[in-house]
């Protein structure tokens, strides 16, 4: 696939480092990403969500050039995968962890990929010892955990010291320790600049993880935002037993407030963010005040409401619709990126 010879530059520092441009895939007559566009900026982390079979998966497998488009591009710093100079000091993925030669250690997976690429042995110990293996480097792979096998695929996605990352799914088999870990360790990466992708069906982990989410369901964007936009316009309860005194205050200082009987007696809504005011109006009021708290939209509540109505609501669930047939991998994969199966996704976690 060409790409224009104005967009081959690199990105500078306000512009997005992977854009999605009208992407579509179909298998047949199973359309698995369909006219899908969004972008991701540096120095973010955004999380990719979507039901088994919304095409994430698949719309990452395209980003990296392991499944050819029927439509549009995937670009990462204005040129797509396959036309990346140094690909890995580009762009790390990690796929899959169960990519891993089961007799092979740890360390030595490591040194084949770094031997193919000219980065030397001390980066490969750097690595192991920044994601917390180290002590199983020497250890076969076969015998790794999945926790263990996620710890290695993200220090291989790390080899190069790219500044974009995609990852599908880097917390499962992760236990909490190795979750909390991998949050302060992304947003680490963050903070550097690095442009960070992560596909998940952990909505509370993603919630506390991202800066950005895009929303996809049957390949389709259904919603774009940042955490924050997703949840809402910022709102106060407080619960108290002098709710019309209460109430009288909090309007009388040009704020939006009532009552707010879904959450119990006593319970009035504040169309604000901050507690620090609503407390001293309570205060000043004479009214006691028994709970006060930031209300914010679920996000889980949100992604089910989204993906779970009828126009969204995945369309091979009842059908019996077949899956799509296997399509072979377009050329070479990534090389910190080779998953096992080669044909599109069969679950799309």
Not at 41 to 62: D, H, V
Request: net charge negative; hydrophobic share 40%.
């Amino acid at each position: 696939m060409s790409v224009p010879a104005a967009a081959q530059r690199a990105v500078g520092p306000s512009e997005a480092a992977i854009v999605v441009q009208d992407l579509s895939k179909k298998f047949g007559d199973f359309v698995a990403v369909d006219n899908l566009s969004f972008e991701v900026s540096p120095g973010r982390i955004t999380g990719f969500l979507g039901p088994n079979g919304a095409g994430k998966t698949t719309t990452l497998r395209m980003l990296l050039g392991l499944v050819r488009p029927s439509a549009g591009t995937g670009l990462i710093d204005g040129v797509t995968y396959a036309q990346l100079d140094r690909p890995l000091q580009t762009v790390g993925a990690a796929l899959e962890a169960t990519n891993f030669h089961p007799g092979r250690s740890g360390r030595d997976h490591l040194r084949v990929l770094a031997a193919t690429h000219g980065i030397p042995d001390s980066r490969v110990d750097e690595l192991l010892a920044l994601v917390g293996i180290p002590a199983a480097a020497r250890k076969k792979a076969g015998g790794y955990s999945m926790g263990m096998r996620q710890r290695l695929g993200l220090a291989a996605a790390l080899l190069g010291d790219p500044h974009v990352l995609i990852l599908d799914e880097p917390s499962n088999g992760l236990d909490p320790e190795g979750i909390r870990w991998l949050r302060g360790f992304l947003r680490h990466l963050a903070s550097q600049g690095k442009t960070i992708l992560i596909s998940s069906h952990l909505l509370s982990e993603v919630e506390q993880t991202v800066d950005d989410v895009v929303i996809i369901a049957n390949g389709q964007l259904v919603r774009q935002g940042t955490i924050d936009e997703l949840h809402g316009e910022a709102t106060t309860l407080v619960r108290t037993s002098g709710s019309r005194a209460l109430i009288g205050a909090l309007r009388g200082a040009g704020l939006e407030a009532g009552d707010e009987p879904a959450q119990g007696p006593g319970a009035v809504r504040v169309v604000t963010g901050d507690l620090a005011q609503v407390g001293d109006l309570a205060l000043a009021a004479g009214v006691p005040v028994h709970e006060l708290r930031v209300l914010r939209t679920d996000l889980e509540r949100l992604y089910f409401q989204l993906t779970e109505s009828p126009e969204n609501r995945n369309r091979n669930l009842d059908t019996g619709a077949a899956e799509p047939p296997p399509e072979p991998p377009v050329g070479p994969p990534p090389v910190a990126a080779t998953p096992d199966r080669t044909g599109p996704e069969e679950t799309d976690r």
